[in-house]
């Protein structure tokens, strides 16, 4: 490939071997830091998850700056990681840290509390010590949009040290950059896009060797891995979004029940689609993937086997896969996720008034006769008179009320059991006594709760950063009517009962 710049050529080989479909990128990325190319001052280099950014420039910069040995022509370069530190005096500190070591600098590096002293320290370091003209220094700052407690004037100023620092070249990598970013003039932007199918399948298909399987060529095994990496991608990848190290995850798992037609005899490597037909359960259902989240985890004899659960017929090529049966539960390890159970507990704190809770959730008035009726024929069964006039719009599809955290594990206290007990009598119909314990996961459940946005924090409290387990701290529910209704029936919960029109 000619260019007018003098790119190390040799070096970039074993990148673009390293790193399939990103050669455009790459050379890009080399003309812009590369002393002998077109250095610039700054660079945004920017793109979604999981698209090589921050492994494609270290890679790129340690090559560059081992390739050439002449210390006129030498690049020097430090990476800093913007979410390991905490404050944005942190992040003074670990940059000159991490400049000092790249350049052995002898004398110990000072303190850095200000973007000033930022600044007078890198310029000791690489601005008052004769190098040489094309020597250079890049200083990276990865994932920089996710500095904690970060100033608004903390990129445009670190945007500014190459304007006093002449031979350096500053490098934010960020997920998306946002119009004025460093508020400078003539900011190159670097983007890796998302990989496309064929980019995926290409990627897998040269860093991953599948093991050998019996009656079938090296390139019969090739052929068929990459066709296989294809239906993945199009069944569990493109739905959900996945980036490529989930994808190459995915397949890791499925291409042993995937071909496990062909070590037990009945298919061939050449027959795809009777392939794809047999291994459709597990290209439909992402509980192979995620067992410890989606179903209950299995005992070790009733682990589905490497082949997929296919039983073979005497006389017949045919194959069937079946579903491994769920876990007889019997112990509270075993109950529902106990973080679903505290959801459904916030929805009905969110819309039931807690003058009904002593109705709806005592001992005393707890009792089967409200199943199929709801619970409006429970609170009215004993009023005389015309029935009053119900609401217009039902209480499930008015906005989320707040609840105090006290009232929320008080409901699910008092409701796990009889929740817990259904569920285990739709499996087996057996029926454990022992569950009605508030367990210790109720803590770390709030929490996840939290962190996904199901459950969110209101009033002060939510800005003060005080104890997430107070009493008195006050939620609502983040989720809708469908999502609650779909999370209670995969318990066989009907929610709809619990609620008071």
Known sequence: MGSLFQLPDELLATLLSTYPCREPQIRSLATLVSPLAAPCRNLIIHGTEATGKSAITASLLAALGSGDDDETNK????????????TARHLFERTTAAVANALQWPNP??????LAALTVELSKMLKYVERGDSWRFVLVFDAIDRQKEAPPTLLPALARLSEIIPNLTTIFILTAPFPALLRTASTPNLYFPPYTKAQYTTILSSTSTPPSLPNTTTQETHDLYARFVAAVHDSLAK???????????????LWPRFTAPIAAGTHKAREFSKLLIAARAYLQDESVLAPSVITVTASADQQPPLNGGLQSQSGSAATTPTKPKPQQQTSPT????????????AYLASHNAPRHDQTVFSTWHHGRRRRGGGVTSTLSGGRRGPRPKH?????????????VLERMVA?????RREWIADH?????????NNNSVVDGDVGMAVATLASLRLLLRVGGAAASGSDMMDRGGRWRVGVGWEVIRG???SLGIEVEDWLVE
Request: proline content about 7%; overall charge positive; charged content about 20%.
């Open 75 to 86: 690049l020097s370069y430090a990476i800093v990681k913007s979410p390991e530190c905490v």
């Open 109 to 114: 590096a000072g303190r850095c509390e200000t």
């Open 239 to 253: 739905p959900a979004s996945r980036t490529l190290p989930r994808l190459q995850q995915a397949c890791q798992a």
């Open 334 to 345: 075993s109950s529902p996720s106990t973080a679903k159970l505290l959801l459904l507990a």
């Open 391 to 403: 609401r217009k719009i039902a209480r499930k599809l008015l906005g989320p009320g707040v609840f």
């Open 411 to 415: 409901i699910y206290a008092a409701v």
């Open 424 to 432: 285990q009598k739709g499996s087996e119909g057996l029926v454990n």
């Open 487 to 489: 999370v209670g029936r």
